[in-house]
C-alpha cells in the first residue's frame, strides 16, 4: 500500500507512522522550575543528536511542564527508561496538575545531581545532567510551525550504576532499556548482538 501523507487516507484503523519509526529510545525527562516545582515526564520523541559536543534532544507535543521547565531553568536531565521501571514510566506519563511531582506519583525517589539543580530518578540506572543549548518550534515544508516543542540540551554530565557495568561497558541485558514502539507496545533490549563495521568501499572485510 501507499498513501500521500498530505491527504492521510491511509485506511488503517490508527496512524501508522509512529509504528514505522520505531523502535524510539524514552528520554525520561526530570526538570525542577524557578519556583522549585519538579516534573518527570516520559517522550518518545527523544534521541540522541551529536557526540561532539555530547547533545540530546526531546520533543514536547505543546508547552507541558517538562519543556516550560526545562527552558525556564535551562537545564533537564534524561533518566534511563528501564524494563524494571516500565512500569514507574507509565505512571509518570500521567495527566497531572502542573506542579504536582509525578516522582511522588510513580513512587521514586528524587535524587540530587552534581551540577543541575533538577533531581535525576534514584532508580534508574544512568542519567545524563543536560544543559539547554537552544529551543525552537520546528517547521512543516509550508512554514507552518509544528505542534511540538524541540528542546536540545549539552550533556555536562552522566551517572552510572556500575552494577550494568561489565568489562567496563554497560551490558545492555542488564541495563534492559525500554523502548517506544506503535500505538500501545513498548519493547526491552534482551537479545543483543554484535556487528563490526566494513573496512572496505564493497563492504566487505567487516
Known amino acids: ?77 534524561v533518566n534511563l527508561a528501564t524494563r524494571a521501571l516500565a512500569s514507574a514510566v507509565n505512571r509518570s506519563s500521567a495527566p497531572a496538575p502542573r506542579g504536582t511531582s509525578e516522582f511522588a506519583i510513580a513512587g521514586l525517589t528524587e535524587t540530587p545531581c552534581e551540577i543541575v539543580a533538577a533531581p535525576r530518578v534514584g532508580e534508574s540506572p544512568a542519567a545524563l545532567e543536560c544543559k539547554v543549548t537552544e529551543w525552537f518550534w520546528p517547521k512543516g515544508l509550508d512554514g507552518t510551525p509544528s505542534e511540538n516543542v524541540m528542546i536540545i540540551g549539552q550533556v555536562v554530565g552522566i551517572h552510572i550504576d556500575e552494577r550494568i557495568l561489565v568489562d567496563g561497558m554497560i551490558d545492555m541485558s542488564l541495563a534492559q532499556p525500554l523502548s517506544r514502539l506503535g500505538y500501545l507496545d513498548y519493547a526491552a533490549t534482551d537479545t543483543v548482538f554484535q556487528m563490526a563495521r566494513p573496512r572496505r568501499p564493497d563492504g566487505t572485510d567487516a
Do not use: Q
Open 1 to 77: 500500500m501507499f498513501y500521500r501523507t498530505d491527504e492521510n487516507r491511509h485506511g488503517l484503523p490508527h496512524d501508522p507512522f509512529k509504528a514505522i519509526v520505531s523502535p524510539r529510545p524514552i528520554g525520561w525527562i526530570s526538570t525542577r522550575a524557578a519556583n522549585g516545582d519538579v516534573n518527570l515526564s516520559p517522550y518518545s520523541f527523544f534521541n540522541a543528536v551529536s557526540d561532539r559536543p555530547k547533545l540530546v534532544m526531546f520533543s514536547s507535543a505543546g508547552m507541558k511542564d517538562s519543556a516550560s521547565f526545562a527552558i525556564e531553568s535551562g537545564e533537564f536531565v
